[in-house]
């Protein structure tokens, strides 16, 4: 591997017209300037999730909150919608990174081997411990 | 439903100390300026491969570019690493978005019945067409 503009063009840069290169080269930049700023941002969201889910227990309140979570999907099902995005994409996201906080939450309950005090009674979703200072939660 | 700040309060509203839903109201807000960043950000990406699956068709290149893919992967796994995000995850997300685009791609390609020229010779990806004006890209 050579410096970052050869990797940036991968196997492009073997077969394309210096002029069209260049063109791809500036749109890739944009998508990886987006994606670093996705990365960043993703992690700012699971540290306020995980900020929500200590405060949650220290105060004894349920992890999952099902009013919370359908507000949430109809919002950015709108945002979405605003913004030219698939709406139904918009969904399938925030259902992705809940499922990534449920992993995260049933790894830490797995380490301090925690039980859970207040279930999650949602379908398909698995039981939720409230207890443990890092826990984190469903539905932030 | 009522007010935007009781939506957000979620289930929590009914049944926690006012101080404490304060709080919790504070970092709900923080997480949805977030999810509403995120939501933005994704349709600017979107527009992106877009452009780029355009320019491909336009220059024969083709659709899928792996040392492209490696790289964008190892680089955001890095980025993550920095940002104090799981580095699978940030691989899951990549990977999330790259589906989507297929999704989106195989979309338009059965309904413009359009058909491949360049197969996408990956394992597990389906055959990726890098003709019609609309065509996005698996690897932009």
Not at 85 to 113: C, M, W, Y
Request: aromatic share 4%; hydrophobic share 40%; no cysteine.
């Amino acid at each position: 591997m050579s410096e970052p503009t050869d990797l940036r063009a991968g196997d492009a840069a073997q077969s394309v017209d210096p002029a069209v290169l260049d063109e791809l080269l500036s749109m890739r930049a944009s998508i990886d300037n987006i994606d670093a700023t996705l990365v960043y941002l993703l992690a700012e969201r699971f540290k306020a999730t995980q900020r929500v889910g200590v405060l949650k227990a220290e105060h004894q309140l349920p992890p999952a909150d099902p009013a919370r979570e359908r507000w949430q999907i109809q919002r950015l099902k709108s945002l979405a919608a605003d913004a030219q995005l698939d709406p139904e994409f918009a969904e399938k996201f925030l259902n992705f990174i809940i499922e990534e906080v449920i992993r995260h939450h049933q790894a830490i309950s797995a380490s301090t081997g925690s039980s859970p005090k207040v279930p999650d009674t949602r379908p398909g979703r698995p039981e939720t411990p409230a207890g443990g200072s890092s826990a984190k939660n469903t539905a932030p």
